[in-house]
């Protein structure tokens, strides 16, 4: 079906429709629908308006989604934080998480007002998007959500973007909680490597080697990303083994690590036609994070090489991208 067709059902439907669920759902259509193709965008400017002023509550909440895809730079930050005093609890959820993923100085105010807010998790989606500015008043906040299942992984990203080595015993005890899922643990232990601590190091280069662990992959990209020692050449190993099932998490583990010698063995993965796509698209992914003017015109050049229009679209998004 044609997306615009796809669109005037969804109108439609949020029209007619007097179930709650049924709107919200065609609401969240809207938004899908914007989302998969950037250049939709400027057509949806009334529907922007139309979900913004909707009664319901989940309506609006996926018309904030859609204002990031709709508005400008300069006009997003204003929608966002007039929504910050909106009656619905799920709409000023959305909105304090949409402004801390901007990660804006000027927006620090509006954030700064949202942890003293009375619900939890809007409390922590602002000390989130403190985080990612550097400033640590969310900090209790973040290490408390380490005792929380549904946040803890994610407060676990946010202190690693902090780095305030204040928060480095509360997270080296989570580490070596007993029972911890591996996904959490090794999230954990590449803070605690982030901070300079050697048991973190230690672990992630340790799950490494465990070839069908299900956090092996998140440790590879994780020994790039905070540069353990002795990781360039373990994730080169990876890279250029075809038998490999983590081939893709090393190349992009390599472009988080920015060593320019890992540009040969990313491009020979990148233009090898008879490697899986997903992991030509990781190594492009890595290639691109070099920042190499070589390295991206080689990106550019291996498009047509991609048979899937979903990868030959991704890697024309990652173009898109500041290295």
């Known amino acids: ?73 300069e006009e ?22 949409r402004i801390a993923d901007l990660a804006r100085p000027e927006l620090r105010g509006a954030l700064a007002r949202m942890l003293e807010d009375p619900i939890p998790e809007i409390r922590f989606e602002a ?53 911890l899922p591996g996904f959490e643990r090794t999230q954990a232990a590449g803070v605690l490597a982030r901070l300079g601590d050697s048991e973190g190091v230690e672990w992630l280069l340790k799950r490494t080697q465990k070839r069908w662990s299900t956090d092996r992959a998140l440790a590879l990209e994780l020994c790039g990303e905070v540069k353990v020692p002795g990781a360039l050449e373990r994730l080169r190993t990876i890279v250029e083994d075809p038998k490999d099932p983590c081939r893709g998490a090393a190349a992009r583990g390599l472009g988080r690590l920015g060593a320019a010698e890992a ?13 899986p796509e997903d992991f030509r698209l990781d190594a492009a992914e890595g290639v691109w994070r070099l920042g190499s003017p070589e390295g991206q015109a080689r990106v550019r050049a291996a498009i047509p090489s991609f048979s899937s229009p979903e990868a030959r679209s991704e890697l024309t998004e990652l173009l898109q991208e500041t290295p």
């Open 263 to 275: 540009l040969p063995w990313l491009l020979a993965l990148l233009e090898d036609t008879r490697a």
């Open 76 to 97: 997003l930050p204003d929608t966002l934080t007039a929504r910050l005093s909106d009656a619905d609890l799920g709409v000023r959820l959305e909105a304090t998480g």
């Open 1 to 73: 079906m044609d997306w615009r067709a796809e669109r005037e059902r969804a109108l439609l439907a949020l029209e007619r429709e007097q179930r709650p669920q049924a709107r919200a759902e065609a609401a969240d259509l809207l938004y899908q629908i914007a989302s998969e193709d950037p250049s939709r965008a400027p057509e949806f400017a009334e529907v922007l308006v139309r979900l913004l002023a909707d009664a319901q509550g989940e309506v609006r909440r996926s018309g904030l989604g859609l204002a990031t895809l709709v508005l400008s730079p």
């Open 127 to 179: 000390a989130r998007g403190m985080a990612a500015l550097k400033h640590s008043s969310g900090m209790e906040i973040l290490v408390e959500a380490l005792d929380n299942d549904r946040l803890r992984f994610r407060a676990l990203g946010a202190l690693a973007e902090l780095e305030d080595p204040r928060a480095l015993p509360s997270i080296k005890r989570l580490f070596r909680r007993w029972l």
